[in-house]
T-cell receptor, first 113, second 112 residues
Framework: AQSVTQPDIHITVSEGASLELRCNYSYGATPYLFWYVQSPGQGLQLLLKYFSGDTLVQGIKGFEAEFKRSQSSFNLRKPSVHWSDAAEYFCAVGATAGNKLTFGGGTRVLVKP | NAGVTQTPKFQVLKTGQSMTLQCAQDMNHEYMSWYRQDPGMGLRLIHYSVGAGITDQGEVPNGYNVSRSTTEDFPLRLLSAAPSQTSVYFC???????????FGEGSWLTVV
């Protein structure tokens, strides 16, 4: 069975500092990996996705993520955080041709001025 | 093009009441699904559909029914609401052959 672990429930970061959110997955085949962001009271917005190819993936809002097969990880990074990045972030893994995503528990990011 | 539309956005139910959460998409997506979001647990799949007339259970289907009579609509029915069904519900869809899922804005349900 597939699973996703986001070890950090909360992260507090100062505006302008760098941010890294951890994601570890368990999946029997080649994973399709996603990062979503959810602002308070809002739905989920896709930040980026990885299917194959270059293991460093660029997304929207200045985010990037790196797929490391040997570590079963797909960590999300941003070099310089803005106050508007305060939100909850979800990592998810899906099948190659399915409709079922398995989500991690989420990491809530707080941004200090 | 409205994307994935969910109604209602907020609802309070009494235990034992029934209701239907509506989901509609205007993108002609074959795949549609319902997730529930609970604190610390991320989103969990309730039911999904791979096309009109076809539905299947996800990770947490108990207490919920779905049907898919058209490509556009995928309603989620709570037959007898329980406090454990207090949650935020998200409908999602994706086009055939593409592994990107598009989410609605969510429906906040409280069962008292």
């Amino acid at each position: 069975a597939q699973s996703v672990t986001q070890p950090d429930i909360h992260i507090t970061v100062s505006e302008g500092a760098s941010l890294e959110l951890r994601c570890n997955y368990s999946y029997g085949a080649t994973p399709y990996l996603f990062w979503y962001v959810q602002s308070p009271g809002q739905g989920l917005q896709l930040l980026l996705k990885y299917f194959s190819g270059d293991t460093l993936v660029q997304g929207i809002k200045g985010f990037e993520a790196e797929f490391k097969r040997s570590q079963s990880s797909f960590n999300l990074r941003k070099p310089s955080v803005h106050w508007s990045d305060a939100a909850e972030y979800f990592c998810a893994v899906g099948a190659t041709a399915g409709n079922k995503l398995t989500f991690g528990g989420g990491t809530r990011v707080l941004v200090k001025p | 093009n409205a994307g994935v539309t969910q109604t209602p956005k907020f609802q309070v139910l009494k235990t034992g009441q029934s209701m239907t959460l509506q989901c509609a998409q205007d993108m002609n997506h074959e795949y549609m699904s319902w997730y529930r979001q609970d604190p610390g647990m991320g989103l969990r799949l309730i039911h999904y559909s791979v096309g009109a007339g076809i539905t299947d259970q996800g990770e947490v289907p108990n207490g919920y029914n779905v049907s898919r009579s058209t490509t556009e609509d995928f309603p989620l029915r709570l037959l007898s609401a329980a406090p454990s069904q207090t949650s935020v519900y998200f409908c999602a869809s994706r086009p055939t052959g593409v592994n990107t899922i598009y989410f609605g804005e969510g429906s906040w349900l409280t069962v008292v």
